[in-house]
């Protein structure tokens, strides 16, 4: 009973979202910054979501979802989400262990038998990509032989009973193979299909309508068709995996939107229990000493002085990225539709670094925009800096910048795009766009507001 009405209060949670918007100004820049990706980077199209104080703030496609003919893109088609699955999969281990239906420090071999060394690799091994079983799928694009359909057990078979790549717990290394075992561990312990087991557990509570298993289905004609490219040639649709082979490791299929509500059960830690969120978020250490970055299914770290949960997924035809910022309350979904480019996670963090924008940095990017101005003339303004910073600035120095940076002619964006604390300073990091090359500047400033260090570095 209190399971139910537990469903029953996500369910009413999910469905309370508050369609809350974005800042106009804010909105802007995000419009302008997906754009201005699309059209740098030729990807079809972009599908974006908000999250912001627990609640969906944006919601926005860009491009065109399908080509021949042109169908623009909208906020309610499905995207693959590729590696996305992995954290469900994670998700539905953690509610298994709730259930007391198995451990996480279980051996595989309790539920998959005759997997090499399965007395010794434990399901969190599993879940951390610290097994040592093989990745059926390190490559980024489709091979003849994922073409046609397989089984779990098959891909079992050929890299799951063979030797080792490590010692368990001792390497990380991503490993595709790790979510099919697990995939099945759910199969056998909760007794059901894993969808259904996802649907029932995760999906149907946390009003996520819309998912698709593209490990057994197309997507629809209402739907992002996936494309990819031979280099920089033209978009072509890719092909499709066969039936099996994308099975707990990257089956799902959704809308940017019922990806951000799953971001939002996380912040709000509605779905598991405290202490299961606390294991999927918790940063894996090897047996010697070295964190991994990485959690049961999700990235861990730290961005803009953050916690971040991250992690990314790709499939023939799609790219994707989810950051969620747990502490802050805020998300950032982006969905693509060609595969084996950046472009997803580029635009996330772009995103992100709007969103964490010191209110300040508008007029502290002119401050710093405008020294680099005057350092391509072998200039400086030496009011603005400390006694240490204008002896660092000699004659030399000054002419040696003039004469490298000057040559580059008006940078076509400076931005800041990194912030931290150091010594009583302030660290400001930022990138300087020319056509043909990209650089940085290190900005220290002391709590007066004098600059006491600027540096652009070799890159």
């Not at 740098?40 to 399908?66: F, H, K, M």
């Not at 593209?214 to 649709?237: F, K, N, S, V, W």
């Not at 005057?374 to 660092?392: E, M």
């Amino acid at each position: 009973m209190n399971r139910l009405i537990k469903a029953f209060a996500l369910i009413l949670l999910a469905s309370s979202i508050a369609a809350a918007e974005l800042p106009a100004d804010l909105r802007a820049k995000v419009d302008d910054l997906a754009q201005h990706t699309l059209a740098n980077t030729g990807v079809p199209s972009a599908s974006i979501a908000i999250v912001q104080d627990g609640e969906i703030t944006y919601l926005r496609a860009y491009g065109n979802a399908r080509l021949n003919p042109g169908t623009p893109a909208t906020p309610s088609m499905r995207y693959s989400v590729g590696s996305i699955s992995k954290q469900f999969t994670a998700a539905a281990i953690l509610l298994l262990a709730e259930d007391g239906k198995l451990s996480l420090d279980d051996p595989v071999s309790r539920f998959v038998p005759d997997l090499t060394r399965g007395n010794e690799v434990t399901i969190r091994e599993l879940l951390s990509h610290t097994s040592g079983y093989q990745d059926y799928w390190p490559q980024d694009y489709v091979m003849p032989s994922m073409l046609k359909p397989v089984t779990a057990d098959k891909i079992l078979d050929t890299w799951a009973r063979k030797p080792l790549d490590f010692d368990p717990g001792t390497q990380w290394q991503y490993s595709n193979t790790n979510f099919v075992i697990a995939g099945l561990i759910i199969e056998k312990a909760s007794g059901k299909p894993l969808l259904q087991f996802l649907s029932q557990r995760i999906f149907t509570p946390l009003g996520m309508k819309s998912i698709i298993n593209i490990d057994q289905e197309h997507l629809t004609d209402t739907d992002a068709i996936g494309y990819m490219r031979y280099g920089i040639g033209p978009l072509r649709p890719s092909p499709k995996e066969g039936k099996g082979w994308l099975f707990a490791a990257g089956e799902l299929a959704m809308p940017a939107e019922d990806l951000a509500k799953w971001d939002i059960s996380i912040m709000n830690q509605s779905l598991l229990k405290p202490a299961s969120y606390a294991q999927m978020e918790r940063e894996i250490v090897l047996k010697n000493g070295v964190g991994t970055r990485y959690g049961l299914g999700v990235g861990v770290r730290s961005e803009f002085g953050k916690r971040a949960i991250e992690h990314g997924g790709e499939v023939s035809g799609f790219t994707a990225e989810n950051i969620v910022f747990p502490d802050d309350k805020t998300a950032v979904v982006v969905l693509t539709n060609e595969d084996a480019v950046p472009a997803s996670g580029d635009l996330a963090k772009g995103i992100a670094t709007l969103l964490f924008r010191d209110p300040g940095a508008a007029r502290q990017e002119e401050q710093a925009k405008a020294i680099f101005a005057g350092l391509q003339q072998g200039k400086i303004d030496r009011s603005l800096f400390t006694d240490n910073c204008n002896a660092y600035f000699t004659e030399q120095a000054l002419k040696d910048l003039g004469d490298s940076l000057g040559p580059l002619g008006p940078p076509i964006e400076f931005t800041q795009t990194g912030k931290s604390e150091r010594g009583g300073m302030t660290f400001r990091l930022f990138e300087v766009h020319f056509p043909k090359k990209t650089l940085e500047v290190w900005e220290r400033i002391m709590p007066d507001g004098k600059i006491e260090q600027y540096q652009v570095p070799a890159k």
